[in-house]
């Protein structure tokens, strides 16, 4: 691998490694994503409660990963479960009023932070990087397309097809 190629490779990795977490107050990133997730899932069904399966499927974790972060959020009091009366095979769960401070509280702490780093960056430089990054994703996900395998070894799809 080329030098500029590992380097973008642990730059990425030191992206995910960087430690949100120690900012927010009282929840961890992946708890804090699955509440902003079942917030928003009760906003778009107009109602306070949201099916586990809703929340399952709108955040793409899987199903173990979503249930340890809403036992933990029920614990500290964020969320509450109820089971369907008529169905008991489906779980509901609903966002506290603690839940929802703690939402604005890391929300707030969030947009600062954010406000923070690209405000360093500057504009220009942030349209450039977000520019450079869109290319590349979009190169990365035609040669993903490219490469995908189909069942025999070697085989790759035709890039006039992508």
Known sequence: ?????????????????????????????????????????SERSRGK????????????????????SLRSLEQKGYIIRSVD????????????????????ETDAIMNDFADAVFG?????????????LREFLDTAEKEVALRRYKGKKGETENEENI
């Open 1 to 41: 691998m080329k030098e500029e190629q590992k380097e973008f490779f642990d730059i990425m990795t030191s992206f995910r490694k960087l430690n949100i977490s120690t900012m927010l107050p009282d929840i961890n990133h992946g708890d804090f994503g699955i509440l902003k997730m079942i917030d928003y899932c």
């Open 49 to 68: 409660s949201v099916k586990v399966s809703t929340v399952v499927r709108c955040k793409n974790v899987p199903a173990p990963a979503v249930s340890r």
């Open 85 to 104: 009366r008529n169905d008991r095979r489906n779980t509901y769960v609903e966002v506290t009023d603690e839940g929802y401070a703690v939402l604005r």
């Open 120 to 132: 360093r960056m500057g504009d220009e430089n942030m349209k450039k990087l977000n520019s450079f």
